[in-house]
């Protein structure tokens, strides 16, 4: 599965399409938004599921001029092929320092992956909730970020995505939960969440992260 992140300009630009070198094709989550007069920021997540592997480019397909925006694109392997994404809420903030996506429904099935996406107007340092752990942060001209944190799960339940701000700002947030195969197995990759309490495992691709200033139907892309 491949999974994007994607902080922009919730007026001014708009994502037309996802495509990559391999043809996986990608669905829209959802979009978090921040809240409050000044706000102007959101957070759209996409995935692609049962995708062909191997090196590959993520392209990001926009329209709207004069603003930044920023995305990352991760990969993973051990999800359910047929329908991994199971559990997904999301939140926006006027301002402060506590950021929580709110909790999800309650999951499917007892092993899951949970990512978690926040993003806000201004670049802020971004601590993870209790249990997730922060993989990348795509800091955007100085401007603003996208931070993707991960937790795996071994029981049913309602989860949040949450982080701690260093500084007050405004913020959005999410919480995508992705089931994991049964019995799966993975290849050694540059990162991974497992659990004791299972015998399956469950693997990322090192994150890439692109940043581009925006211009009337244009393109920007990754390689994962």
Avoid: C, H
Wanted: aromatic share 6%; hydrophobic share 30%.
């Amino acid at each position: 599965m491949i999974y994007v992140a994607i902080n922009k300009n919730k007026a001014v630009i708009a994502v037309t399409s996802i495509t990559d070198s391999q043809s996986n094709t990608y669905t829209q989550i959802g979009t978090a938004q921040e809240t409050g007069s000044m706000s102007n920021r959101e957070i759209l997540r996409y995935y692609a599921k049962n995708i062909t592997g191997g090196a590959n480019t993520v392209t990001l397909n926009i329209s709207g001029t004069g603003q930044a925006i920023g995305f990352q694109a991760r990969e993973y392997s051990g999800l359910d092929t047929t329908a991994p994404l199971d559990k997904s809420v999301q939140a926006g903030g006027g301002f402060g320092t506590a950021v929580s996506s709110g909790n999800t429904a309650t999951t499917t099935q007892a092993d899951e992956v949970l990512i978690g996406v926040g993003g806000g107007s201004a670049v802020n340092t971004w601590t993870p909730g209790t249990s997730y752990t922060k993989l990348t942060t795509t800091v955007v001209t100085s401007q603003f970020d996208v931070v993707i944190e991960e937790r795996r799960v071994a029981a049913t339940g309602t989860y949040p995505g949450d982080f701690t701000l260093g500084s007050g700002g405004l913020w959005a947030a999410s919480v995508d939960t992705f089931k994991v195969a049964s019995a799966a197995t993975t290849t050694s990759t540059s990162s991974s969440i497992s659990t004791s309490s299972t015998s399956s495992s469950i693997s990322t691709s090192s994150t890439s992260s692109s940043t581009s200033t925006s211009s009337t139907s244009s393109s920007t892309s990754v390689s994962t």
